[in-house]
């Protein structure tokens, strides 16, 4: 096709792209990489394409100038320039994009993307029989993406270029794009691909869109797949969401179906990956096993073996296979077989003992504090593990006298700005008072690091060096910068009640905040409430000034401004004993529109309100608080707050159901429970006891997000509670 320059440049300079938007902002650049693009330059094209893909098409999502970029995008594709490249940011808009419904309304940027690149179907549909391979298998993805309404027109097409074709990274990017449109239509022809016969692409394009479809999985797969390994060499030339991954989005997907032979069958696989002869096969299976472990109850028992012997000595062959070792620990305790190999390996000197060791703590923290304890300095991520990691991913380890002396050195020489202290302090703090033998060396430290250390002076203190730990905290509070000072008074009014030194503080901070609208301010504010609220009526003096920091009504208020309110709203009510002040604060709070992306804010907000107690001034508040129980996140603070505002109100029947709609969901189950063991006893009926318990004893995991390591153990704590609940009863 022929390229008029000229006039491709006119209509392009004539749209008025600096009034519509894409992920930055203004579109006004778009024009100018849209001409990069279709230039002689492949350095900048190659530049110009990229930041298209930062600001059309960032991260997957689209906007309103993805759509109007898509016709300019489809001539320069037309025209046979860097047309793999184009046609695969076209389809990605595509993909990006959505059909009118619940997800996305008629009018939405996401509908306007999708009929955009379904309006150029036509060239999509000319490009998948294009004579350049690359040009046919992206035209081939892409088409795949524009969704079910395109799909009579395309399927056809797709079918017969499938029947002809002989490229096999073609032909399972074809087959893939008619499983996409067709899922029914093209469920024998992947069955048949399946066979030994098909190349491996199509082969394993085949068994992915099988899976995909929704077909039972059989023995020809379980063969295929487990032939084809590693997956991933066979996918890395593929585009979507399989590539790179395949084994685990099979894995993942049959996991979800959440049937007993779905279920067997992965484990099956996952065990026979694992025991592959091929290193690279290994290790992708360890990454989808660790999967199965956070999704499947069942799936750690049943794979332990298999992935302890990977870790401990490489599967069927030599080397260590990366990431081996964290699966091993997030196995809970159905890794503990691996404990003695993991304490000999922990023996090695550098990174892989220090890895090992890290491992142990999770199998046997009683044993990795002995071990850490000879060495902690050289052993960083054991060391990282043992103080807490990741919120939940492993245990602190117990107190241990002989790692206490080695925390003890370590205090004395930790980097001020590094996380070696951060650790110490969150190690310490677990411990207790049993670690009340460190006192004389973090009171050494106190005047290097005032900020950090005086919470865990108090964490430590036993009753009996109670003065001397209070005459540190009180030298501390009264000279020095006003920030340092600060965390001292805060130490000193928990530990012994005196708040003679924290309150001119407080109204000094304030003071220095003055209004002030930037994050440090508002900040400073969020912290003086809270220590007010601490303080109590006591802290009478500083009712003006926090009345001040509030933001003014009708404020359109960012996250940590709302957040410094609700802290304000709480210290009032705390102060005054009075209601009628704070109320309506949280009240505006509540009703904020965009719930989504505050819902910590939301909840503080409501834990606040709950506070507030069974009061006359509270009672405005119910019918914002009745909004929040349409969303399943916010269900739980909701009724534990209007419990606590207005008894009652919901039923508990009905607050109980919705807790456990919540709980089921797995947007919130960890605080749906702690509602529900508020609600008590009587407020499950033998329906909610009955979804509790299938609640606690399925299968898939309710607990499904959160830190790196963190899933299992959360659900497993879960899991814990809700046979206690139901058992209570």
């Known amino acids: 096709m022929d390229f008029d320059r ?26 100018d990489c849209l001409r990069a693009l279709a230039g002689d330059d492949d350095a900048v094209a190659e530049e110009a394409l990229s930041e298209l893909y930062g600001s059309i098409l960032h991260q997957g999502s689209v906007y309103e100038a993805s759509a109007k970029a898509v016709p300019f995008l489809a001539r320069i594709a037309a025209a046979g320039i860097r047309a793999p490249d184009v046609l695969l940011l076209i389809g990605g808009i595509a993909e990006g994009g959505a059909e009118p419904g619940a997800r996305a309304p008629e009018e939405s940027d996401e509908v306007a993307c999708r009929r955009a690149v379904v309006a150029q179907l036509p060239l999509l549909l000319a490009s998948v029989v294009d004579e350049d391979r690359a040009v046919r298998q992206s035209a081939a993805w892409a088409v795949g993406a524009t969704g079910r309404a395109a799909a009579d027109s395309a399927v056809p097409v797709l079918r017969d270029r499938f029947a002809v074709e002989s490229d096999p990274l073609v032909r399972a990017e074809l087959l893939s794009a008619m499983a996409r449109l067709d899922p029914e239509g093209t469920a024998a022809a992947a069955t048949e691909a399946v066979g030994p016969d098909s190349p491996p692409e199509v082969r394993m394009a085949a068994v992915l869109a099988c899976v995909d479809i929704g077909l039972p999985w059989t023995r020809a797969h379980q063969e295929a797949a487990l032939a084809l390994l590693p997956l991933d060499r066979l996918v890395a030339d593929r585009f979507g969401l399989a590539r790179n991954e395949a084994l685990h989005h099979i894995t993942l997907t049959l996991l979800t179906r959440d049937t007993e032979a779905d279920r067997e069958a992965v484990f099956a696989l996952l065990d026979g990956a694992l025991r592959s002869d091929d290193p690279e096969a290994r290790a992708e299976a360890v990454w989808a096993a660790t999967a199965a472990c956070e999704l499947s109850r069942s799936a750690p028992a049943r794979l332990a073996p298999a992935l302890m012997a990977v870790a401990v000595d490489g599967g069927a062959g030599a080397g260590e296979v990366p990431g081996s070792l964290s699966a091993v620990a997030k196995l809970g305790p159905y890794g503990a077989p691996a404990a003695d190999a993991l304490a000999v390996r922990a023996a090695d000197e550098g990174d892989a003992g220090d890895r090992a060791l890290e491992a142990l703590v999770a199998v046997d923290p009683v044993r990795a504090a002995l071990l850490l304890a000879r060495d902690p300095e050289g052993r960083p991520r054991a060391l990282g593990a043992a103080c807490g990691g990741p919120v939940g991913s492993s245990p602190v ?12 050195r370590l205090l004395a020489t930790a980097d001020p700005d590094g996380r070696t202290l951060l650790r110490l302090a969150a190690l310490l703090t677990a411990w207790g008072p049993d670690a009340a ?39 501390h509070a009264s000279a020095g910068p006003a920030d340092d000072r600060f965390e001292a008074a805060r130490a000193l009014h928990h530990l012994t009640g005196d708040h003679g030194l924290l309150l001119p503080l407080l109204a000094e901070r304030l003071a220095q905040a003055g209004g002030g609208t930037g994050n440090g301010a508002v900040e400073a504010v969020r912290e003086v ?19 001040a920091a509030l933001q003014a009504p009708g404020t359109d208020r960012n996250i940590p401004q709302m957040d410094a309110d609700t802290a304000v709203a709480a210290a009032l009510h705390r102060i005054t004993g009075d209601a009628a002040e704070a109320a309506p604060v949280l009240a505006g709070i509540l009703s904020d ?31 914002v608080l009745t909004a929040l129980l349409t969303d399943p996140e916010q269900v739980p603070s909701a009724v534990l707050a209007l419990h606590a505002i207005a008894p009652g109100e919901p039923d508990i029947r009905q607050a109980a159901g919705l807790l456990l709609d919540a709980a089921e969901a797995g947007v919130a189950p960890a605080e749906a429970m702690d509602a529900l063991v508020a609600l008590g006893a009587d407020a499950l009926s033998d329906e909610h006891r009955a979804r509790l318990t299938a609640l606690g004893e399925r299968d898939r995991r309710v607990v499904s997000s959160g830190l790196d390591g963190t899933i299992a153990a959360a659900d497993e704590r879960l899991r814990a509670r809700i046979r206690a609940a139901v058992s209570r009863g």
Not at 397 to 408: F, I, Q, T
């Open 593 to 623: 529109s965009e719930p989504l992306w505050r819902r910590w804010t939301v909840i503080r907000a409501t834990r606040a309100a709950a506070a507030l107690g069974p009061v006359a001034a509270a009672r405005p508040l119910v019918p």
């Open 437 to 475: 033998a460190a006192l004389p060396d973090l009171l050494a430290a106190l005047p290097a690091h005032p900020r950090l250390l005086p919470k865990v002076l108090v964490a430590v203190c036993p009753p009996d060096h109670r003065t001397e730990v209070a005459d540190a905290l009180r030298k």
């Open 397 to 408: 380890v117990p107190y241990d006298s002989e790692l206490l002396v080695a925390v003890r």
């Open 529 to 547: 409430a809270a220590a007010a609220a601490a303080v109590g009526p006591a802290a009478a003096s500083l009712l003006p000034a926090l009345r």
């Open 6 to 31: 000229a006039r491709f440049l006119a209509e392009l300079d004539a749209q008025p792209w600096a009034s519509r938007t894409h992920a930055y902002g203004s579109a006004e650049d778009v024009p």
